[in-house]
């Protein structure tokens, strides 16, 4: 799939974030504005196809920062998986669409997360058990850069080194931004890279924007043997609307209806 068509799925996706959120009046703007482009590359280039079967030993994805589910569910709608209708009711009572994943009607959520820090021990143990049984499936696992300073994060990546888990590849949206601030003014992260590295892990830099580096940072992670890889993607919260851009106040706000015209309009 060449960049035009990842672009426009790209393009498809922040439009219904926009439109579920300003339905819900509540839910996480930033942060799925943000990372359209890696999930855009993640269900359209890297998830194996076994992983949209019945097949026990399929590809999964668990969303370990699962506030930012808008940006999922669009993306299952845009690859078909449920229906674009469905997401008007994010967060309604009785909708599968929670403000954070729970897989009691929906299949594609592995487990429910949200707790931070939660996903990524989940996903090790997935990975673990794919090993174990000698199956050739990948598990990827996403995480927020805020979520990093939890303890949980830093023993499943020394856990995942320790085991060799190189069907393993976790991803973090690194947009230096949480609920209260920068990152790096809360608990600091950086060097984050060499922070990863040295606890054992493969680890690649990208740009969370640009989908030929998205692409290909997705493919090199297959190629690694003996080691997890853990892909550190550079991205912009609200990218695609420019009042929400950077700004981490709208980490948790949804947008009002004036707000939202304006913001499908400049995605248009």
């Known amino acids: 799939m060449d960049d035009s068509q990842q672009k426009k799925h790209a393009k498809n996706i922040r439009i219904n974030i926009i439109k579920m959120l300003t339905k819900s009046k509540s839910g996480h703007t930033g942060g799925s504005l943000g990372m359209a482009d890696v999930f855009t590359s993640l269900y359209f280039h890297a998830l194996d196809a076994n992983y ?32 674009e209708e469905e997401l008007l009711t994010l967060r309604q009572i009785n909708s599968r669409l929670q403000g954070h994943p729970v897989n009691h009607d929906l299949k ?11 996903g990524v021990c989940a996903a ?48 973090v949206d ?38 030929e580096k998205i692409n290909k940072a997705f493919d090199d992670a297959k190629k ?8 550190i993607f550079r991205t912009h919260i609200g990218q695609g609307v420019s009042f929400v851009l950077d700004n981490y106040k709208w980490h948790g706000v949804a947008p009002s209806e004036e707000q939202a015209a304006a913001a499908i309009k400049e995605l248009m």
Not at 52 to 73: A, K, M, Q
Not at 185 to 207: Q, T
Not at 224 to 231: H, L, M, Y
């Open 52 to 83: 949209y079967t019945e097949n026990p030993d399929r590809d999964r994805f668990i969303l370990s920062n699962g506030h930012i589910c808008p940006v999922w569910y669009a993306t299952l709608a845009e690859k078909g998986l449920i229906k």
């Open 224 to 231: 690694i043997k003996e080691k997890p890889t853990f892909i």
């Open 108 to 118: 594609w959520a592995e487990l429910p997360t949200g707790s931070l820090g939660q």
């Open 124 to 171: 090790t143990g997935l990975a673990l058990g794919y090993k174990l049984d000698g199956k050739k499936s990948r598990v990827y696992v996403g995480l927020g850069d805020g979520e990093m300073q939890e303890g949980s994060v830093w023993e499943a990546l020394m856990f995942a080194a320790q085991k060799r888990l190189d069907n393993l590849t976790a991803f």
């Open 174 to 211: 690194r947009n230096f931004v949480q609920q209260a601030g920068n990152t790096e003014d809360m608990i600091g992260l950086e060097p984050l890279k060499d922070k990863i590295k040295a606890f054992g892990w493969n680890v690649i830099e990208a740009d969370g924007h640009d989908f």
